[in-house]
């Protein structure tokens, strides 16, 4: 079999399977939340409400159904593209819920991202190049902690030194109260602000972003810290490393020009397989930080049994890893030849 069509079987093969993942997805998302202790009306209206507005509001859900019908209809919902409406936001429609929250979680998955690759590759590196030395074993030290320490914990640890105690950040929200938000063109108030032109309003978008970005980037850093490291290892006793040695090629250039490239390869997988990771991380990383993002957002329906916003915002977020999985996927398929067979 040739490459190209190895490839595209490849492709056509991932592509085939991500319908069967959306349905696993979706279909634990939809038991496990049935499988949840606790009445979602009295969840939502209190345990004092009538009778007579429980038993409407679990008609409404379709709750009195015989469970296999719930899931039919839950399904045929999604085929067509709808999610519901959100019981715990008066009546709004749930791609509404998504579209509103939804951006401040990709800014704050994004900063994070950059944050966790950047100093992940970093550390990685200078251990790799220094091993068994003193800075290799701070490296190790420091992929431990990081991977190995709550987020949350970190989050609030560092919320009480940074912005309680220190008063460098604030707290609770994604913008100055009192300050107008940037127009809102994407959503997005990093690119609005600078869309606007208005470097005050990126200031302040970058000061409100930067604690808890930083604290979910460092702890998801130690990934990156331990497979650069590994690899680059690796990479750096290599023939064709030595022999630029021997052509007498400065050291630091070997290590950027020549190690580097073929030692972050794997680094790409790692970005799809942390995609998931950080989505999960972003969840908590809001609600300890009271981010006003889907994560957070997420959170509030559970608490509220709010079933069709909880059904809709998991689906959405597993459409979002399974994309990405199939995407990174292919990628490495065109680096990578030897994934293809």
């Known amino acids: 079999m040739s490459r190209s069509k190895a490839l595209q079987s490849y492709i056509l093969v991932r592509l085939l399977l991500a319908p069967l993942m959306l349905l696993m997805i979706a279909t634990l998302v939809f038991l496990l939340l049935r499988a949840t202790p606790g009445d979602p009306a009295d969840a939502i209206l209190g345990t004092r409400a009538p009778e007579a507005a429980k038993a409407a509001l679990r008609s409404q859900l379709g709750l009195t159904d015989p469970l296999w019908q719930q899931y039919f209809d839950y399904l045929k919902n999604l085929l067509s593209f709808d999610l519901g409406s959100s019981l715990s936001s008066r009546g709004l429609a749930v791609w509404d819920v998504i579209k509103e929250y939804f951006p401040a979680t990709v800014e704050l998955s994004f900063c994070s991202m950059v944050v966790a690759v950047t100093v992940g590759v970093f550390v990685g590196m200078v251990s ?46 994604r913008f100055p109260i ?15 602000s600078i869309l606007a032109g208005d470097m005050g309003m990126l200031l302040n978008t970058l000061h409100y972003l930067a604690l808890p970005s930083i604290t979910l980037g460092l702890l998801l850093s130690g990934i990156f810290e331990r497979i650069v490291r590994v690899n680059l290892k690796q990479t750096l006793q290599a023939d064709y490393v030595e022999a630029a040695r021997a052509r007498g090629i400065p050291e630091g250039t070997i290590l950027i020009s020549h190690a580097m490239k073929n030692a972050l390869i794997p680094v790409i997988t790692v970005l799809g397989l942390t995609f998931a990771a950080l989505l999960g991380g972003a969840v908590l990383t809001e609600v300890t930080f009271s981010w006003p993002g889907l994560g957070n957002r997420l ?40 994934i293809r067979y």
């Open 178 to 192: 009192s300050a107008p938000t940037p127009p809102p063109a994407t959503g997005l108030y990093i690119i609005d």
């Open 128 to 173: 790799a190049s220094t091993e068994n030395k003193f800075l290799d074993a701070l490296g190790r030290l420091f992929g431990i902690i990081t991977y190995s320490l709550p987020l949350f914990w970190v989050g609030m640890v560092l919320q009480l030194i940074f912005a309680v105690n220190l008063g460098w950040f604030p707290l609770g929200t």
């Open 299 to 338: 959170y509030e329906a559970i608490s509220l049994r709010d079933y069709p916003t909880v059904q809709g915002v998991m689906v959405f977020f597993g459409v979002i890893v399974v994309m990405a999985s199939i995407a990174i996927d292919i990628i490495n398929a065109y680096i990578d030849p030897r």
